[in-house]
C-alpha cells in the first residue's frame, strides 16, 4: 500500500499543477493538519482516493467547512484494508483556541481511547499533528511534541507515526525521517508517500 502524506502547505505541483499520473501509484491520502479544506476536498475528488485527516492548531475553520469527501480520524481508530490508524490532532496549548492541548489534555483523549485500543489490538499508524517529545520536535512551546505520543510507541509500537506542525522550511534541525524504537516517524510537510507493506 501507497501512502500520501501530507501537511502544513498545500502542493503547488498537486493543486496548481494538477495531473493524475502525479498520483496514480497511491492507495490513501492521510492529512496531518494545517491545510485548507478545499484542497482536501480537491484531492478527494479528483483522485478518487480516500483522504483521512486530523485536525491541525490553524484548522478552526474546518467546523463551518469540514472537508467534503474526506473522513476524519479525530480520537479513533480507522481500519483501511486492514491498516489500523490512529489519530490525535492538534498542538501543544500556546494561546486560547480550538486544537490546542495541555500534555494533561491529550493524555486524557489517549485514556479514552483504552476501549477502541483494546478492541483492535493495537494501531499500525500514528497520525498526528504535532510530533512526539524531542523526536523531530521544537524547543518553543507552539512547536513541542507531546509526551504521551512517545509513550503509545513504547506501548503499542505502530509502523509508521505521521506528523507535521514543524515545517521542514523552517531550518535543518527537522528532518522528514526519523526513528523512536520499532515506529518510523515521518514529517509529512506538505507532501510525502510512504510504501506500507
Not at 37 to 46: G, I
Request: aromatic content about 12%.
Amino acid at each position: 500500500m501507497r501512502i500520501m502524506v501530507i501537511s502544513d502547505t498545500e502542493s503547488k505541483s498537486l493543486w496548481d499543477y494538477f495531473d493524475k499520473s502525479k498520483v496514480e501509484d497511491v492507495d490513501l491520502i492521510i492529512s496531518c493538519g494545517d491545510l485548507k479544506a478545499e484542497y482536501l476536498s480537491f484531492l478527494v475528488t479528483l483522485t478518487s482516493i480516500p483522504v483521512l485527516y486530523v485536525h491541525g492548531n490553524h484548522d478552526v475553520h474546518y467546523q463551518t467547512k469540514p472537508p467534503e469527501g474526506c473522513v476524519c480520524i479525530e480520537d479513533d481508530i480507522y481500519v483501511f484494508q486492514g491498516v489500523r490508524i490512529l489519530g490525535l490532532g492538534g498542538s501543544m496549548r500556546y494561546k486560547p483556541g480550538d486544537h490546542q492541548y495541555s500534555e494533561k489534555e491529550m493524555c486524557r483523549r489517549v485514556r479514552r481511547l483504552r476501549f477502541k485500543l483494546l478492541r483492535n489490538r493495537g494501531f499500525d499508524i500514528l497520525v498526528t499533528h504535532a510530533p512526539a517529545y524531542q523526536i523531530n520536535d521544537g524547543e518553543d512551546l507552539p512547536h513541542r511534541g507531546f509526551q504521551c505520543f512517545r509513550e503509545l510507541m513504547e506501548k503499542y509500537r505502530p509502523r509508521y507515526m505521521f506528523h507535521g506542525h514543524v515545517h521542514m522550511s523552517y531550518g535543518r534541525k527537522y528532518k522528514r525521517y526519523d526513528r523512536y524504537q520499532d515506529t518510523e516517524i515521518v514529517n509529512g510537510y506538505e507532501r510525502c508517500v510512504v510504501e506500507f507493506e
